[in-house]
């Protein structure tokens, strides 16, 4: 499925203490387009996985050079792949940005600075494993490949699993690096 005309975003994003009042988050990002890779990384005090996921992305997008790219995204964040994969901000657009059980949506600062990209660009969002070891068994990773698939689609070779998986792998290392630089 690698295809040198396609830009490929690979987020992560974590927060060391989320449930506590005093924490550390980080987020990394990863663009690639051919051979050509940029990598991002940064970092909030008192934030939340889901927001350091969030502004992963949201650093990708605003990376960007140009609009109306064809883009695949790559994430481990069922939060962020679920709202674009099923939509769920259109929902949210209907009802004012309130949840079907009318309660205000959470990260509404992000959403709105998110949303735009959608219209700007053709974007495919994947959702993967986090935090895969590679060095795994054959047959670990072969169960993981399968649930890739299961996923996303049965486009993605074995051998796009392995690169996709190494490369969120990456983009987690950015964010712990982001964590670290915060201590």
């Known amino acids: 499925m690698r295809d040198d005309r396609i830009l490929r975003i690979y987020t992560d994003g974590g927060c060391s203490g989320n449930q506590n009042d005093e924490n550390l988050g980080g ?13 991002l990384y940064g970092s909030e005090r008192n934030t939340t996985n889901n927001r350091m996921e969030m502004t992963a992305l949201l650093s990708a997008f605003q990376a960007l050079k140009k609009d109306g790219q064809t883009i695949h995204v790559f994430s481990d964040s069922s939060y ?16 004012g ?13 992000l959403w709105k600075q998110l949303l735009p990209y959608i219209d700007s660009h053709e974007i495919s969002f994947y959702r993967v494993k986090g935090h895969v070891n590679l060095s795994s068994s054959a047959a670990s990773l072969d169960k993981l490949y399968q649930k890739f698939v299961e ?12 690169h996709v998986t190494e490369m969120n792998n990456r983009a987690d290392e950015l964010a712990n690096l982001g964590i670290d630089e915060l201590r």
Do not use: H
């Not at 987020?27 to 990598?39: H, R």
């Not at 962020?80 to 009802?95: E, V």
């Not at 940005?97 to 600062?109: C, G, H, L, M, Y």
């Not at 996923?151 to 392995?162: H, I, L, P």
């Open 97 to 109: 940005w309130k949840t079907a059980s009318r309660k205000p949506v959470e990260n509404q600062d």
């Open 151 to 162: 996923w996303n689609g049965a486009e993605f070779s074995f051998d796009d699993f392995m």
């Open 27 to 39: 987020w990394g990002a990863i663009l690639e387009f051919g051979s050509a890779k940029k990598e």
């Open 80 to 95: 962020l792949m679920d709202c674009f994969r099923k939509k769920w901000y259109a929902g949210w657009l209907r009802n």
